[in-house]
T-cell receptor, first 116, second 109 residues
Framework: DAGVTQSPTHLIKTRGQHVTLRCSPISGHKSVSWYQQVLGQGPQFIFQYYEKEERGRGNFPDRFSARQFPNYSSELNVNALLLGDSALYLC???????????????FGPGTRLTVL | RKEVEQDPGPFNVPEGATVAFNCTYSNSASQSFFWYRQDCRKEPKLLMSVYSSGNEDGRFTAQLNRASQYISLLIRDSKLSDSATYLCVVILNTDKLIFGTGTRLQVFP
């Protein structure tokens, strides 16, 4: 069975540009969460979507936005890129829309974004 | 103060050694606790949940101390393949995982 997939795997952009990252959850999973992992740090929560609605938002500026499609795939958009946006962007899928011990989140391989 | 704090390490241990990591969390309302493992340039993967009574999975033992707000992970008989970053994770609300910075373990022959 396919796990969580993300595209692209790597991306290089320059400051001020816009980027769109994509995620396909595990088949049957309805929740997608996005995390940013800067080198040397743990992942930081950005958004959670469940049944196409935003269920949670982390402490990120409005330059970050996301959406979930009817097939439960998701996009993360970042506008006006800054050097500090360089990071690994991880997508995680789970069956339900709540972060519980019984609702494991499975992570995709991530998209490595470099902003020059 | 960070919500979840870990010693970043690295912990360099020989094969066969026992090694322990601790993690502290700041919010006493935290609900659930986990250890994730992350290999270099890979995604995090769930290693084990942490229960109040403590739990064991093979060579790995996890414990939770709610009074002192810390979580521990003990690895016995370390293998070369245990080399990775171990992330302490807490659920506070029901919408997100809160990760620590991770503790890097390097097991040498």
């Amino acid at each position: 069975d396919a796990g969580v997939t993300q595209s692209p795997t790597h991306l290089i952009k320059t400051r001020g540009q816009h980027v769109t990252l994509r995620c396909s959850p595990i088949s049957g999973h309805k929740s997608v969460s996005w995390y940013q992992q800067v080198l040397g740090q743990g992942p930081q929560f950005i958004f959670q979507y469940y049944e196409k609605e935003e269920r949670g938002r982390g402490n990120f500026p409005d330059r970050f936005s996301a959406r979930q499609f009817p097939n439960y795939s998701s996009e993360l958009n970042v506008n006006a890129l800054l050097l500090g946006d360089s990071a690994l962007y991880l997508c995680a899928s789970s069956l339900r829309g709540v972060a519980l011990a019984t609702n494991e989140q499975f992570f995709g391989p991530g998209t490595r974004l470099t902003v020059l | 103060r960070k919500e979840v704090e870990q010693d970043p390490g690295p912990f360099n241990v020989p094969e066969g050694a026992t090694v322990a990591f601790n993690c502290t969390y700041s919010n006493s309302a935290s609900q659930s606790f986990f250890w994730y493992r992350q290999d270099c340039r890979k995604e995090p993967k769930l290693l084990m949940s942490v229960y109040s009574s403590g739990n064991e999975d093979g060579r790995f033992t996890a414990q939770l101390n709610r009074a002192s707000q810390y979580i521990s992970l003990l690895i016995r008989d370390s293998k070369l393949s245990d080399s990775a970053t171990y992330l302490c994770v807490v659920i506070l609300n029901t919408d997100k995982l809160i990760f620590g910075t991770g503790t890097r373990l390097q097991v040498f022959p």
